[in-house]
């Protein structure tokens, strides 16, 4: 283990004391491709340590960056409770003949003030979603659904000066002393790994990067090197994704790299499916699904929304289903407890469906790191949902993806909300050391 101590320093040399600051740390080699995150604990005086385990050997590069100072996460909170649930405004188009008529909708009717509203809610997917009622349409009538741009402008004076250029995230590097360290060769840190099976714990440090390539330190993970190699791992397997458009990443690289056959289904959208595709020589299906409102996509048609929690009780289970979850790009502009809510509903889903059908792999992909956006995203938005994902699903027979840690630890792509397709594909490889384990 190596532990570094650092804080931060204004412009004039002095020490900030601030409480709180959100920080990334890392090691990276870039010569051979390796990388790997670091623990970081605040001191709660100004002071922070980061904690680091030395995994390959060679010269290694100690990287921390500020992503976020605490005035800034101060002014982001402060904007969630004056705009809790409207930070970003989303409308339904309801469609009679040729009649279009737009409403707005969120997770409380408060915001529409005493108009009369449809109520969307399923309280059993943990969902909570009005419309504004137009005037002489069914609630029941069929339409689509979009997001709008927040309006406004949420800064007070001043405070724009806490925020990169565009409002987005500072990550400044922080330099110190040593900046570099020589590994010596220890011992195989790979060696005596576990087989990978369903509810494994997760360390702090899961993993690492050598030659671009993954390294697990929960398990034995795969690596295929062509397609075949793929083919053989889900012969006969059934793979149900749903989510947002990280995990329809997953779709999209499976589709490329098995080659599968796409079926059009009406009126759905490459966005936000339902998508299906297939390969009857192997005896693969792969599906998608967006998980329902709230999400920021095109016209989506509203009767092909399904909330994840009512999908998976379609599911009828079984040792060759594959079940694929990621959840919280299109949540953090709300309060965490409705984060909350719509992922203890998917639980109780899961647990149904291990319950009926205990043989099922069902996998959680985490949030990933992205760039800007960091009054209604970025990455503390996501860190903080992260948070809360894993604490739901503590102590399940599930697989994690650690997209969080797979997308830290990398240094030669920049962040971005839909990561690279080598690092998909390294998730997908530790996604089949499940589905076929060494």
Same mark, same amino acid.
């Given at each position: ?5 650092f ?12 409480i ?63 705009r ?8 339904k ?21 005493n ?7 399923d ?32 800064l ?24 570099k ?18 509810g494994?714990t ?20 795969r ?57 009857? %020589?192997?005896d693969?299906?792969? =599906?998608y /699904?967006?998980? !329902? ?5 095109? $016209?989506?048609?509203?009767? +092909? ?56 792999? %069902?996998?959680?992909?985490?949030? =990933?790191? /992205?760039?800007? !956006? ?5 990455? $503390?938005?996501?860190?903080? +949902? ?13 697989v ?26 390294q ?12």
């Amino acid at each position: 283990m190596f532990h570094v101590v650092f804080r931060a320093n204004d412009e004039r040399n002095n020490t900030v004391t601030n409480i709180g600051d959100f920080y990334r740390a890392s090691i990276i080699s870039k010569k051979s491709k390796s990388g790997a995150v670091g623990i970081i604990t605040d001191h709660q005086n100004g002071t922070y340590a980061a904690m680091f385990r030395l995994l390959w050997k060679g010269k290694v590069t100690i990287r921390i960056q500020l992503v976020l100072p605490r005035q800034t996460i101060d002014v982001i909170e402060r904007i969630s409770r004056e705009r809790p649930v409207d930070l970003i405004k989303f409308q339904k188009r309801y469609t009679v003949g040729q009649q279009e008529v737009d409403k707005q909708c969120n997770v409380d009717p408060v915001i529409f003030k005493n108009s009369a509203v449809c109520n969307y809610s399923d309280p059993h997917a943990g969902v909570w979603w009005y419309c504004e009622k137009p005037a002489n349409i069914s609630c029941n009538s069929s339409g689509y659904h979009a997001a709008l741009r927040f309006e406004g402008d949420l800064l007070r004076t001043g405070e724009e000066k806490l925020f990169g250029r565009g409002s987005s995230a500072l990550k400044m590097p922080i330099s110190g002393h040593p900046s570099k360290i020589n590994v010596n060769k220890g011992g195989d840190v790979l060696a005596n790994r576990r087989r990978c099976v369903s509810g494994l714990t997760t360390p702090q440090i899961s993993g690492f990067y050598q030659r671009g390539v993954w390294n697990s330190l929960v398990c034995k993970n795969r690596h295929f090197s062509q397609a075949s190699e793929w083919q053989q791992c889900l012969q006969g397997k059934t793979l149900h994704f749903f989510g947002d458009s990280t995990i329809r990443q997953w779709w999209e690289h499976l589709v490329r790299i098995l080659n599968l056959t796409e079926t059009d289904i009406s009126e759905a959208i490459s966005w936000t499916g339902p998508l299906l595709a297939r390969s009857p %020589v192997h005896d693969i299906t792969v =599906n998608y /699904r967006i998980h !329902g409102p709230p999400y920021r996509c095109q $016209w989506t048609r509203t009767f +092909l929304i399904k909330y994840v929690a009512n999908a998976i009780d379609e599911i009828k289970g079984g040792p060759n289903d594959v079940v694929g979850i990621t959840i919280w790009a299109h949540f953090t502009s709300y309060p965490v407890e409705v984060y909350r809510k719509r992922m203890e509903a998917v639980r109780a889903a899961i647990e149904r469906l291990l319950h009926r059908s205990p043989e099922t792999l %069902v996998v959680i992909k985490s949030a =990933n790191t /992205r760039e800007g !956006g960091v009054i209604i995203a970025g990455d $503390w938005h996501a860190y903080r +949902l992260d948070r809360v994902m894993r604490e739901v699903f503590r102590g399940m027979k599930v697989v994690l993806v650690d997209a969080w840690e797979m997308t830290n630890a990398q240094h030669w792509h920049r962040d971005f909300i839909h990561p690279a397709e080598d690092i998909i594909v390294q998730e997908l490889e530790f996604l089949c050391s499940f589905v076929c384990p060494l």
